[in-house]
């Protein structure tokens, strides 16, 4: 049989290229998103950048640790502390200690966000004068990267901290690349940002270390430590997490994609030789014989499909890796590196997809009798084996009971986006494997209105459709994917963002003003917007408290601090039990995703300073969508600068009025009123920017090779039917009349994958709203018909083109020729 399997391969040369294609494709983005997978998953060392020249750097406690039964627990303080000032003192009495400060300043004329330090810091870069002079006044500056040049005035606002003003520059630096620096005078600095983390200490390191012993949390760095002094110290493990949640998301999207089409064409591509594996049954061949022969047909195309794959793979891979980097996805040293490990798997994917999709086909070919499959009609029947409605069920049930179980235990679950992006693969599946029992029935009634349309040809289009089930089924496949992956992951996210658009309405009472800089606002003006009349007013700030939970999980959660009392009247918070005005310096509201969450309970946290402390529960709050937090009295959040200020109406108040009173109180310091719904609409939540490309990636790389898979089917399926065309001319159609039919029944069958894709992506988004339901967020379910609409358009336009064309050049041929070629 194998003779007779590679005769084979040349005599359906149009089937075996179309497959080959599919699985090439596939394997080769899988080889891609595994490629640019590894190369994720290392970062490269990096030295010292602001403090390569400072002998020894000393830090306060930036971090917190807790003992566990399974180690210790850490996270990243919200406020860090500074070094304590008795241990300053020792520092000074061995060698010159120079404070650090860091704060972000803008120049309306400037890169962007510039980062200002104490000019003494300078040194320390090194960053030497090229021009000018170091500063000596208050409104001197000192800049890098040639921006502005000595002499010039710079207008400055917003900010870390409130810096509004003209200031003159004196000198410049040469930039170092890493940021884009100003410098004041160290006094100027210090009236700025008061609080200073981090000293640079000019002693001998083992001296450094013997005076801050004892001082807990006090780090001394030296050598390559010193990079965790840097403002951006973390920005390369950030930006590998970033990658590896963007690729690591792609590759399950992109592996699954690729299967799944390379598995439904292989399957389409046996199941159109019935006839011929009738004829060989008649001729002698036993059904074990043409499973050998299917096999090896399948095995020889994955060989050779695998091999151009990983040949494809290395030339895509450095073009998506160029592709992340120019578009800020990925840091400026990502590259592919050297790991073989993707090829392996990849290779090995593309031998298992093409030997299992002709699985069932060839053990369904093997058991057909020859005079049975010699008088098998062009209708499909029997199109759902028992394995096809095994597996279909089980996967359908293992959707439904998984979705229950999460709604019943863990409604919030639904909302992460590692359950989003994996749900729908379990759906599109089942569907895919139970789409032909609906295809039939879809399709007549899709095609309903153009049947009754005169003349034959919106009928011959809906039964030729509803015919070939078979043929319907797979070229609905590509379409069915595009658009439920569209309508799922762009869906989940957009109803997410309006479900937190939602809490943000019903939480806000009539306006919130928010300060110009995120030094936040100064007693003054808070006390300006005390005394606007009709108005009560809360200020808060924000920061974080960490909990315990199972004994070994430290759990950091978001904390608004707010004066007791005022909360209840300025902020809608969604109370289920105990009251808002309850929250005094000893208590805190928590949210129902705590593990303990009754009212008068006590719990142990932790502050954002690292302080240890043991809080009654005033109130619980819904979990909501997960940005509820906490709240906590501005004793219990030390440090935090006010961030954000909630004004209510009193009875009788005037908003016209009060609004302009809020105004002209915020107008020295810059800040900014919103109505409710400005609030709404300036608050609106956004997709992670490295979510949205991710997606758009995932999206991007789906349509494509679903289209190129799309056009691939459609070209075997068209070729497949030339008797079927020879039949339509002899009986009297026009060539236009045959082209059109095929380019009607190519529509109709983008339409059955259509709504099949976005029964996929409904089902998904629904079990999202019954989760926000449970949550307490009645929202809407969003569905991105643009995009949906768009990847339809494209899937039927490159339907139409890849059937019409083949159909043209056939047609150019006579049909008394064409009804006596062999299929």
Not at 380 to 404: E, I, S
Not at 483 to 492: D, K, P, T, Y
Not at 725 to 738: C, D, H, S
Request: proline content about 4%; glycine content about 8%; aromatic content about 6%.
């Amino acid at each position: 049989m194998l003779s007779v399997a590679l005769r084979t391969l040349r005599s359906r040369s149009i089937t075996f290229v179309g497959s080959f294609v599919a699985l090439s494709l596939g394997v080769a983005l899988i080889a891609v998103m595994g490629l640019a997978l590894a190369s994720s998953l290392h970062a490269p060392d990096r030295k010292p950048e602001r403090f390569a020249a400072a002998p020894v750097v000393v830090r306060g406690a930036d971090t917190l640790r807790v003992s566990t039964s399974i180690g210790d627990r850490v996270q990243k303080l919200a406020q860090p502390r500074a070094v304590p000032a008795a241990v300053v003192a020792k520092l000074k009495k061995l060698g010159t200690v120079v404070e650090d400060r860091s704060f972000t300043v803008r120049a309306r004329s400037g890169p962007g966000e510039l980062v200002a330090h104490p000019w003494s810091t300078a040194a320390f870069g090194p960053y030497e004068i090229d021009a000018g002079r170091a500063p000596h006044a208050a409104d001197e500056v000192v800049v890098s990267g040639g921006w502005a040049k000595p002499g010039e005035r710079v207008r400055t606002d917003r900010g870390t901290v409130r810096v509004v003003g003209t200031v003159r520059v004196v000198g410049t630096v040469a930039g170092r690349g890493f940021e884009n620096a100003v410098f004041y005078t160290d006094a100027r600095a210090a009236q700025l940002c008061p609080t200073s983390t981090q000293l640079a200490v000019d002693a001998d390191p083992a001296a450094v270390r013997t005076a801050v012993r004892g001082s807990a949390g006090v780090q001394v760095l030296t050598g390559d430590a010193r990079r965790s002094a840097d403002a951006d110290a973390d920005r390369d493990s950030e930006a590998l997490t970033a990658m590896n949640a963007m690729f690591g998301t792609a590759a399950g999207v992109t592996t699954f994609v690729s299967v799944f089409v390379v598995a439904s064409t292989f399957a389409f591509s046996v199941a159109q030789r019935r006839r011929e594996f009738g004829l060989l049954r008649t001729a002698g061949a036993t059904p074990g014989q043409i499973r050998r022969m299917v096999f090896v047909e399948a095995l020889s195309v994955g060989v050779l499909a695998s091999a151009a794959s990983c040949v494809l793979g290395s030339y895509g891979a450095p073009r998506l890796s160029a592709w992340a980097v120019d578009g800020g996805l990925a840091p400026s040293w990502f590259t592919i590196g050297s790991a073989t490990w993707p090829y392996y798997t990849a290779c090995a994917t593309g031998l298992l997809v093409a030997l299992c999709g002709v699985v069932t086909a060839a053990w369904r070919a093997g058991r057909t009798g020859p005079t049975q499959a010699l008088r098998e009609a062009s209708v499909d029947t029997r199109t759902m084996t028992r394995g096809r409605w095994l597996f279909g069920a089980a996967l359908l049930l293992t959707a439904a009971v998984t979705l229950g179980l999460a709604l019943f235990s863990d409604p919030g679950d639904l909302l992460h986006r590692k359950t989003y992006v994996s749900r729908p693969m379990l759906l599109i599946t089942a569907v895919a494997l139970l789409a032909p029992v609906v295809v039939r029935p879809l399709t007549r009634l899709i095609a309903w209105l153009p049947a009754r349309v005169p003349g034959a040809g919106g009928m011959l289009a809906r039964e030729n459709a509803a015919a070939g089930v078979r043929r319907t089924a797979a070229i609905a496949a590509p379409v069915l994917v595009t658009v439920a992956l569209a309508g799922s992951l762009l869906g989940a996210t957009a109803t997410l963002n309006e479900a937190k658009a939602t809490e943000t309405r019903e939480q806000t009472a009539a306006f919130a003003i928010t300060p110009a800089s995120a030094a936040g606002f100064d007693a003054a003006t808070l006390r300006k917007l005390r005394a606007v009349p009709g108005a009560e007013v809360s200020a808060t700030s924000s920061s974080a408290v960490y909990v315990l939970e199972d004994g070994v999980s430290l759990i950091k959660d978001e904390a608004r601090a707010a004066d007791p009392g005022p909360p209840a009247a300025t902020t809608h918070l969604p109370i289920v039990s105990g009251r808002a005005g309850d929250l005094d310096d000893d208590s805190i509201i928590v949210n129902e995703e705590w593990q303990r969450h009754t009212v008068g309970e006590h719990v142990r946290v932790w502050l954002g300073d690292g302080t240890r402390r043991t809080l009654r529960i005033a109130a619980v709050m819904t979990a909501g969508t997960g940005n509820n937090g906490v709240y906590v009295t501005p004793r219990n959040t030390p440090g935090a600068s006010v961030s954000r200020v909630d004004v209510a109406l009193t009875d009788g108040a005037d908003a016209h009025a009060v609004a302009a009173g809020l105004r002209a109180a915020v107008r020295t310091s810059g800040g900014q009123v919103f109505t409710k719904e400005q609030w709404v609409r300036a608050s609106y939540p956004e997709t992670n920017r490295t979510t949205r490309m991710g997606f758009l990636l995932v999206l991007g790389i789906a349509l494509l090779y679903t289209g190129i898979s799309l056009a691939n089917t459609m070209v075997m399926a068209t070729s497949d039917r030339v008797r079927d065309l020879a039949v339509l001319r002899l009986a009297g159609a026009t060539r236009w009349q045959v082209l059109r039919l095929v380019g009607a029944e190519a529509l109709m069958v983008v339409a059955v994958g259509g709504v099949l894709g976005l029964l996929v992506a409904a089902l998904n988004l629904a079990g999202m709203w019954s989760a926000l339901a449970l949550l307490s967020v009645p929202t809407t379910i969003e569905l991105p018909w643009t995009t949906i609409g768009a990847a339809v358009a494209a899937c039927a336009a490159l339907a139409v083109i890849s059937s019409v064309a083949p159909a043209a050049i056939t047609l150019r041929r006579r049909a008394v020729e064409l009804a006596g070629t062999r299929e």
